[in-house]
T-cell receptor
């Protein structure tokens, strides 16, 4: 079964610093991977998705992620953090067994200090 | 375009009570799902549906029932509420896209915060 592991439940950065949120996947087939963001008291919204068209995927709000098959990773980055980036971030992989329902990681809380 | 609408936003139940969380989507998506979100656990799948009349269990189905009589609606029923069901519940809808229909993108509601006392 497909699964994802997010390394670090909390990541703290200063405003203007590089953001790096880690996600590793386990999949027996080519994975379809996603990053979602959840702002306080809101639902999840899609940041970006990997659909095998390109290994470097650009998303909204300046985020991007690079698919590395050799490392089974799909880490999320942003060159310069903004206070408004403070949120919970979830990595997800498409489900197996024909359901296609995504399976989510445990989430990483991004804290941005002024 | 309303997207995915969940009601109520907040609910307090007593142990043993039953209730239904409502979820409706207006995007004609074939797939719908219910997740619960607990601190440090991420989102765990409760039940899902791949079309009207078809439902299946997810990772944590015990204590919950679902039905899908229409494409738009996917209510989640708590049969006899327990404190362990205190959580934030999210409904999502998704569709298949891509040349091989192998990709999905999920759209989420705003969530229902449920407390069982």
């Amino acid at each position: 079964a497909q699964s994802v592991t997010q390394l670090g439940s909390h990541v703290s950065v200063s405003e203007g610093a590089l953001v790096l949120l880690r996600c590793n996947y386990s999949s027996s087939v080519p994975p379809y991977l996603f990053w979602y963001v959840q702002y306080p008291n809101q639902g999840l919204q899609l940041l970006l998705k990997y659909t095998s068209a390109a290994t470097l995927v650009k998303g909204i709000n300046g985020f991007e992620a690079e698919f590395k098959k050799s490392e089974t990773s799909f880490h999320l980055t942003k060159p310069s953090a903004h206070m408004s980036d403070a949120a919970e971030y979830f990595c997800a992989v498409r489900g197996s067994g024909g359901s296609y329902i995504p399976t989510f990681g445990r989430g990483t809380s991004l804290i941005v200090h002024p | 375009n309303a997207g995915v609408t969940q009601t109520p936003k907040f609910q307090v139940l007593k142990t043993g009570q039953s209730m239904t969380l409502q979820c409706a989507q207006d995007m004609n998506h074939e797939y719908m799902s219910w997740y619960r979100q607990d601190p440090g656990m991420g989102l765990r799948l409760i039940h899902y549906s791949v079309g009207a009349g078809i439902t299946d269990q997810g990772e944590v189905p015990n204590g919950y029932n679902v039905s899908r009589s229409t494409t738009e609606d996917f209510p989640l029923r708590l049969l006899s509420a327990a404190p362990s069901q205190t959580s934030v519940y999210f409904c999502a809808s998704s569709y298949l896209f891509g040349q091989t229909k192998g990709y999905t993108e999920a759209f989420f509601g705003q969530g229902t915060r449920l407390t069982v006392v």
